[in-house]
């Protein structure tokens, strides 16, 4: 079975998440995933742009703009209101975890 | 950096919204990514680079459809099919009705509240809400379905589409003019059996018939020139469109059964005439050349904005 699109499915809040514990300190998003790339986490650049727009429009990450090597680079960094997030949503991704090891557990 | 330039022009066409701030931020993220990865991935950024990189970037379509938030309802470059298709849905729609008209019956989808001018005034916004909102239903699930995908929009009628000519227009008008001064003069005066003898019934209502389509073909022609006489100060196919439209209107109102009896007894006709299959055949064809009419310049007024925005 494909599972393909659920796999898409569970990454979209994941990939969220994973931004959010990354940018503690700013990054551009070419940084962000050649970052990950070393930690043999890929992710497509088409994903991750328009996601990084999306959690700065809900003022979970903030952004500036820097000019490096003649080229105009966009960091993103956690905000206040992101920190306060990102907290929340570790919490239940711990409680989710321990429920699901709970589970497999008896498999 | 012209390619670039021009790929972010055609890349906010198809983004969402109207905040312009939001849109620049937007294309300004875009035109970092793909200068980042120009280099990264060609060395340099130099234009071959910049064409290669925007060619693997996506399509204009597809970049701004990553950035649809939520998923707009319809996707922002189907907006001018939405007009152009509710367009012909609705000059389709009319034609329907007036050809139920033609033979008698109240309406073709849904009947009208009356047959009077007012309530067929009435009811031309009620029709054209109903087509909206069906164009509007399908362009969402288009939407939903596939937001970048691309749907006819007929370009084969504005190929080698120029605005004519002064000459040409006033040309028009003067035609238009002629031929309502002839079909005036025509079912004032005439027409005129020529034959010798008495008239036989077909005779009669063919002469009948033939008077009902003069008059007809007169009040088209005034409509026509008022619309190529705006044609000739300022040039736009909306003026067609809308001469159409009253074209419609006024065939309806002619073949309205509250206002047929008054125009035959107007113009001495026959009452066996006023029902006879021949006039109906007459009328058919008038309301069918007038819906051809209408859908081609709905398609053609539409088709050069969706050309020009894509």
Redesign the interface.
């Known amino acids: 079975m494909d599972i393909g699109k659920l796999a898409t499915e569970m990454n979209r809040g994941f990939i969220q998440l994973l931004v959010m514990v990354m940018l503690d300190e700013p990054m551009y998003g070419y940084d962000i995933v050649k970052t990950l790339g070393k930690r043999n986490f890929s992710i497509d650049e088409n994903t991750l742009y328009p996601l990084l727009r999306r959690l700065e429009e809900r003022e979970i990450l903030s952004s500036e703009w820097r000019v490096e090597e003649n080229k105009p680079r966009k960091y993103y960094f956690v905000s206040e209101t992101g920190r306060q997030v990102r907290k929340e949503l570790l919490r239940i991704w711990n409680e989710q975890e321990q429920l699901l090891k709970s589970f497999v557990g008896e498999e | 950096m012209e390619r670039l330039k021009k790929y972010l022009d055609d890349v906010r066409t198809f983004l969402p919204g109207t905040n312009p701030k939001k849109v620049d931020e937007?294309l300004?993220?875009i035109?970092?990514?793909v200068?980042?990865?120009a280099?990264?991935e060609h060395g340099e950024?130099n234009d071959t680079a910049v064409a290669m990189t925007i060619k693997e970037y996506?399509s204009p379509e597809e970049v701004a459809a990553?950035?649809y938030?939520g998923g707009p309802i319809i996707a922002p470059h189907l907006k001018n099919y939405l007009f152009m298709y509710t367009g012909i849905l609705f000059a389709i729609h009319l034609g329907l009705h007036l050809i139920a008209f033609v033979f008698g019956e109240n309406g073709a989808i849904f009947d009208f509240r009356g047959t009077d001018l007012l309530s067929l005034l009435s009811q031309l916004p009620v029709t054209f809400i109903f087509d909206f909102g069906l164009v509007s239903l399908i362009l969402y699930f288009v939407t939903q379905a596939k937001a970048t995908a691309k749907l006819p929009h007929f370009t084969y009628f504005i190929r080698a589409e120029k605005t004519p000519s002064m000459g040409k227009r006033i040309g028009a008008l003067i035609g238009s003019l002629v031929g309502a001064g002839i079909t005036f003069l025509a079912f004032t005066y005439g027409p005129f059996y020529l034959g010798g003898g008495e008239l036989t019934e077909i005779a009669i209502i063919a002469l009948d018939s033939f008077k009902f389509a003069l008059f007809l073909a007169f009040g088209l022609l005034v409509i026509d020139s008022v619309s190529n006489l705006i044609n000739i100060f300022n040039y736009s196919r909306f003026s067609k469109i809308v001469s159409n439209t009253l074209g419609l209107v006024f065939l309806f109102l002619a073949v309205s059964p509250d206002y047929k009896p008054d125009i035959a007894s107007y113009l001495s006709l026959n009452p066996s005439s006023i029902d006879h299959p021949l006039l109906v055949a007459i009328l058919f064809l008038m309301a069918i050349v007038i819906i051809v009419d209408l859908v081609f310049e709905t398609i053609k007024f539409w088709a050069s904005r969706i050309v020009r925005t894509n």
Do not use: C, K, P, V
Request: no cysteine; proline share 0%; net charge negative.
């Open positions: 937007i300004r993220e035109e970092s990514h200068l980042e990865r280099e990264r950024i996506g990553r950035y938030e």
